[in-house]
């Protein structure tokens, strides 16, 4: 089993009602989230357009800077973008393997902007698409659906994706975190986490129905739960 480590709470903002944006994200940010997910997406690189750096620049202006904005960018040319996503107050930025020609030098361009470099792959990528550059990201996005839309169910064979990173993680010592994305929820969880996951992105989770705050303290519970449980 992956070692114990301290286990986040992500709620993508993509499931949220954008009327009340800044009021569901401080719902959940009460129920226990310590970052917010922002997709981005452009049309492009998959099928669909969210936001841009203008609601990056919303959001931080209305939470905390306590709370990292952690946008995910599912864009071609994400060079281009970066210094903007950064400007608008961006904590943290991935970019996809599989968008990124020359993925050294965009991860450094992230850095060079004081924000956190993420890595991100796809459901049908293989982990060892990553091997250089596992050194300097300071983590690592599995999707466990294919990226696009919001409220898809979770793939299951990507579980053992997680295991292979954390396995990879946990040999050459490296402190980047593991990060999940896609059909995360109360019913798998417990699984996710005990594969190796960190930092949770939920939307339909947290956001779909019911209570955010409750939402959002359940998910945390219940994974922070799986994380102590030795097996």
Not at 98 to 125: D, F, M, W, Y
Request: charged share 20%.
């Amino acid at each position: 089993m992956p070692e114990n480590h301290v286990i986040q709470i992500a709620p993508s903002i993509l499931s949220a009602d954008f009327a009340r944006l800044a009021a569901s994200v401080k719902e959940a940010i009460e129920g226990g989230a310590s970052l917010l997910h922002v997709d981005v997406m452009d049309g492009h690189f998959v099928p669909n357009i969210t936001v841009g750096p203008p609601v990056v620049a919303s959001l931080r202006k209305a939470v905390s800077t306590d709370v990292a904005l952690d946008c995910h960018l599912m864009i071609e040319n994400p060079d281009q973008y970066i210094p903007a996503f950064a400007d608008a107050g961006a904590d943290w930025i991935s970019v996809h393997q599989e968008a990124c020609t020359h993925l050294n030098r965009t991860l450094q361009l992230i850095k060079s902007h004081g924000v956190k470099a993420g890595v991100v792959i796809n459901p049908a990528t293989p982990i060892g698409t990553l091997t250089e550059v596992l050194d300097i990201v300071d983590y690592v996005l599995v999707m466990t659906v294919n990226p696009g839309f919001g409220g898809q169910k979770f793939i299951p064979s990507c579980l053992e994706k997680i295991r292979k990173l954390a396995a990879i993680k946990s040999t050459i010592r490296t402190g980047f975190k593991i990060e999940v994305d896609g059909g995360v929820s109360l019913e798998n969880v417990a699984d996710i986490v005990r594969a190796g996951a960190e930092v949770l992105v939920a939307g339909n989770a947290i956001f779909g129905a019911g209570d955010i705050k409750i939402n959002t303290e359940r998910l945390l519970k219940k994974g922070r739960e799986a994380n102590l449980v030795q097996v």
